[in-house]
């Protein structure tokens, strides 16, 4: 029974999160004991994978120094980014494989902790069927992991059910992309943003979320670039949008629409372009027809005349790169809103050329390369699909097996959760994913964990996830393997193994090699280091869509990453996409694909007459495993909080700092308020980074967009009544330890 | 740095606070930042600002010092209060017209910006500047922030009392007046 064997507080004292604040050794330390080397690699966060140099020192960083000379970031870091080197040598490091006892997790050896996994893992295939496993992967593992994952799934386990948290990053704007161009990945490299005439940013917290991209808007700016911003909130950047649209949380699609159709009436179309490059605009021009200014108006609560100059900005300039992140995928018609944008792009024929096209925003680590070979539940090496026939038969020569033992597509996520609820799946393996604290509804979450006969999770914290463990093997941090990752822009980088995992954790892949070989199936598995894997996933990668046949550490080292495809070691790799608007579908044009209004799986209503929406700030990351451990990032940012419109505030009688009770149709929630005219009075804004008592997404819903299967994190219906304080609920706040007192030595 | 200068772009910053990380990392004084921070006004709007100290030609910190603890060096970098000197009065914090000294009680010495001596006196930029990931605060050449949109000045004025200083902030080329309420962006007829 995957229930957390003792209580959360017994818990916590014992794994954490406990907050870290100063090196090893102490702030002194480092002028007494310098760095022994420098090691140039990346940041262990978001999909901005910004260049850092990690000090080193007796197998242990010690601190960090910029690394300027990486184009991407010229050693520009966020506050996470300077703090990241903290997560080592952190008191809650797992530091030996755990098992479940009757007063909590016990030290096990690897032996048994793997002997352990395996059994189970049969026991449960061979009583219930190979599918009654799941594989949870995630963004933050390189792509060798993220490849190995994949092969671990289909050729050691054999089942279907293989997904990751990526699930709640990309897949919108993934699935958006391949409908409309073939291919999942920004169409430009970030350097295209400075010379663009318009830049269209809409759902995308830029300067909380991707940090140094802000930089890149700024010089757009300087370069004479109008700024758009559309968001119920005003975010960062916003403070200088040329034009600001505060949309209805939900409404981006009808914005979206509302544009098209100024653009078509105003006859700003690229009719050339559309003839030549394009198929389906004919039934995407008919269907914006109903758009019309006050309908939009209507629908976003935003001005007909904002819509229609906006629409004319994006209309009558020669270059607009129009950027999207979760705002507008973390909806059920979040593929919709993507494609949307891509309408407005192919609409215009800004694409293929210099300082115009869409693009997404990834955010996750390695959310590009993670979700490129084999980790996604439809999909083979090589952004290739597990329905090919002929994919399924290049994949199975690549790793010697029978195209027949390939499984077919399983669950997405959120998917195999609610098939773990209802019995359907037994016994899940899970690493780089945190379900309990970022998957929707976070009640059922819970509830199916404790339905689970088998759970085991590979991590290097033990997450409020893992509380629900049978066994936690101890894996390996970002700076302890090498391996590749692929950042935002599309560009292929390398992360160097700076040092050994600590005690008896040991790398991701080393581990999964092992179970792998344990299930006897080790033929399949001869993988000594990343590097071999990674020789292996460049010939499966090869002639798919991302393609990596070219790409090797030193190449990549000598040329400060390499944009895939690159097919061959001498190609110089794709910064831009489409230069010669060949796109990568069927007939090599680019599709317009109508889109279909659809009310939110979460409806307002009088008894909840308010939009609920969640995100990140710019201190935490994801679901918190790791930045909840960082003294520094807590501080900044050490609480949940419930942004709200003083409009708002005062119908409810509620002042900045005052407890307030959120509730959806889910649950209830008691945290401070915010109150600031940065934010739509309809809306309600609270982070998600944080778990237990102060977990936003026990608020939100599991409904899913069709076809990408992303939750609707964005649009929720919600109360919010003043309280008279915090829950009765004991005080869950993260305790200090080490350094306590900031500034000590 | 020979050729460098340091900007500060208010209008630039998203209040990520990397300067402020960044800045406890330092050498010299790692685990205390000397970054000063502002969100202007949280509740109106978003703006925030990062400062670093200006460097004054003419430092009023080291003019009031009555133990002639604060130098100024040829280089133009007004340095924190010499611990042996420092008597903790406070008459800089008091007297700097931007606020910049700090006092360290359990040090009882005043320490504040030197515009990470320890790494532009060996050709590296400070680290503030070179972390900021909106370039609020930039070390470049002069020819690179020509390219910007606000321009330079070093010329402050406190009622009376001009000052002249070594960094720049940057002020907008043109003033208008900006309003920041979501409400005022909203349609009015929302229904």
């Given amino acids: ?745 | 740095m020979f050729g460098y200068e340091f900007y500060v772009d208010p209008s630039r910053c998203i209040g990520c606070r990397s300067c402020l990380q960044a800045c406890e990392e330092c050498e010299t004084h790692r685990g205390k930042s000397m970054i000063n921070f502002d969100f202007i006004e949280r509740r109106e709007n978003i703006s925030s600002a990062a400062y670093v100290c200006w460097h004054c030609d003419e430092p009023t910190c080291a003019q009031v010092c009555p133990a002639d603890a604060i130098k100024k060096g040829e280089d133009g970098i007004v340095h924190s209060s010499l611990k042996p000197r420092c008597i903790a009065c406070n008459n800089c914090v008091l007297a700097c017209p931007f606020g910049i000294p700090k006092m360290m009680e359990a040090e009882q010495q005043m320490m504040k910006c030197d515009m990470c001596y320890d790494r532009t006196s060996v050709g590296k930029r400070p680290m503030c500047a070179t972390v900021c990931p909106s370039q609020a605060l930039a070390y470049v050449r002069p020819e690179e922030i020509a390219k910007r949109r606000e321009r330079p000045t070093n010329v402050f004025y406190f009622g009376g009392q001009k000052i002249t200083t070594k960094v720049y902030m940057m002020a907008p080329a043109e003033r208008e007046a900006i309003t920041l309420d979501v409400v005022d962006y909203m349609w009015k007829e929302e229904p």
């Avoid at chain 1, 193994?497 to 070989?517: M, Q, W």
Wanted: charged share 25%; hydrophobic share 35%; aromatic share 8%.
């Fill in chain 1, 1 to 745: 029974m995957a229930k957390a064997p003792v209580s959360e507080e017994t818990l916590k004292k014992q794994f954490g999160p406990h907050l870290n604040y100063v090196p090893p050794g102490g702030w002194k330390d480092e002028s007494i004991h310098p760095a022994e080397k420098l090691v140039k690699t990346h940041c262990c966060f978001c999909g901005q994978q910004c260049g850092i140099q990690l000090k080193v020192r007796e197998n242990r960083v010690i601190g960090f120094e910029p690394w300027e000379e990486f184009p991407f970031n010229r050693g520009m870091l966020c506050p996470k980014g300077v703090k990241r080197y903290l997560q080592g040598n952190h008191p809650d490091r797992l530091l030996s494989p755990l098992m479940r006892s009757e007063q909590g997790f016990r030290r096990a050896t690897w032996d048994e902790a793997l002997d352990f996994t395996v059994s189970r893992i049969r026991e449960i295939q061979e009583k219930y069927g190979k599918d009654a496993i799941a594989i949870y992967g995630g963004a933050s593992l390189s792509t060798e992991k993220s490849y190995l994952m994949g092969k671990f799934a289909r050729v050691a386990l054999g089942t279907r059910h293989i997904d990751y948290n990526g699930r709640l990053c990309m897949v919108s704007a993934g699935t958006a992309y391949k409908l409309a161009f073939g291919v999942d990945r920004s169409t430009i490299p970030w350097s295209e943003i400075p010379k663009a005439e318009v830049l269209f940013v809409i759902g995308a917290n830029i300067g909380d979320c991707a940090p140094i991209t802000t930089d890149y808007i700024w010089r757009c700016r300087d370069n004479g670039g109008r700024l758009i911003v559309a968001d119920p909130r005003m975010t960062p950047i916003t403070r200088n949008a040329d034009l600001y649209l505060p949309l209805r949380p939900g409404t981006d699609l009808a914005l979206l629409m509302g544009m098209l159709h100024v653009i078509l009436r105003d006859g700003l179309e690229d009719r050339e372009f559309i003839a030549r490059f394009t198929t389906g605009f004919e039934a995407v021009a008919e269907s914006a027809k109903q758009w019309n200014l006050q309908k939009a108006a209507e629908m976003t609560g935003v001005p007909p005349e904002a819509i229609e100059k906006a629409a004319r900005w994006v209309g009558k300039s020669k270059r607009v790169i129009l950027m999207h992140a979760r705002g507008l995928e973390h909806q059920s018609k979040g593929v919709e809103n993507c494609l949307a944008v891509v309408n407005i792009a192919l609409a215009t024929g800004n694409i293929g050329r210099e300082g115009a096209g869409p693009t997404m925003i990834t955010g996750q680590g390695n959310g590009q390369g993670g979700r490129e070979h084999g980790q996604k539940c439809d999909q083979l090496p090589g952004q290739r699909s597990l329905t090919d026939p002929a994919a399924r038969e290049y994949i199975a020569g690549v790793w010697g097996i029978h195209p027949e033992e390939l499984p077919q597509p399983g669950y997405t996520a959120e998917e195999i959760m609610e098939a773990i609820h209802r019995g359907e799946i037994k016994g899940l393996l899970s690493t780089c994913f945190n379900p309990l604290v970022s998957l929707p509804d976070a009640n059922f979450t819970r509830e199916a964990l404790s339905k689970l006969e088998f759970f085991g999770v590979i991590d290097f914290f033990l997450s409020e996830t893992a509380h629900h463990a049978d066994v936690v093997l101890s894996g390996s941090l970002h700076e302890e393997e090498d391996g590749l990752g692929c950042s935002a822009e599309g560009r292929v980088i390398h992360w160097k193994k700076s040092i050994d995992p600590p005690g008896e954790a040991r790398p991701d892949s080393d581990i999964i090699i092992d179970l792998a070989h344990r299930l006897g199936r080790g033929q399949y598995f001869p993988f000594k280091s990343p590097a071999d894997i990674l020789e292996e996933l460049r010939i499966a990668s090869r002639g798919g869509i991302a393609d990596y046949y070219g790409i090797t550490y030193e190449r990549v080292d000598k040329e400060m990453g390499i944009f895939w495809p690159c097919p061959s070691l001498d190609h110089p790799g794709t910064p831009r996409l489409f230069v010669d608007r060949k796109f990568y579908t069927h007939d090599g044009k680019a599709h317009f694909n109508v889109t279909e209004w659809r009310p939110s799986g979460d409806p307002i209503s009088d008894e909840y007459p308010l939009f609920l929406t969640t995100g990140r700030v710019v201190s935490q990351y994801l679901s918190g495993t790791q930045t909840r451990r960082i003294g520094a990032l807590i501080d900044q940012y050490p609480e949940p909080r419930a942004e709200i419109h003083p409009r708002l505030a005062e119908k409810q009688g509620i002042k900045d700092g005052d407890w307030v009770t959120v509730t959806t149709r889910r649950d209830d929630l008691t945290i401070q308020a915010m109150v600031v005219k940065t934010i739509r009075p309809d809306t309600v804004f609270i982070p998600y980074h944080w778990a237990g008592t102060r977990s936003a997404n026990r608020l939100t819903h599991r409904t899913l967009d069709p076809r990408s299967k992303i939750p609707e994190f964005k649009v929720s219906a919600c109360r919010i009544a003043k309280a008279s304080g915090p829950d009765a609920s004991p005080d869950d706040r993260d305790p200090h330890v080490n350094g306590a007192s900031r500034g000590g030595a």
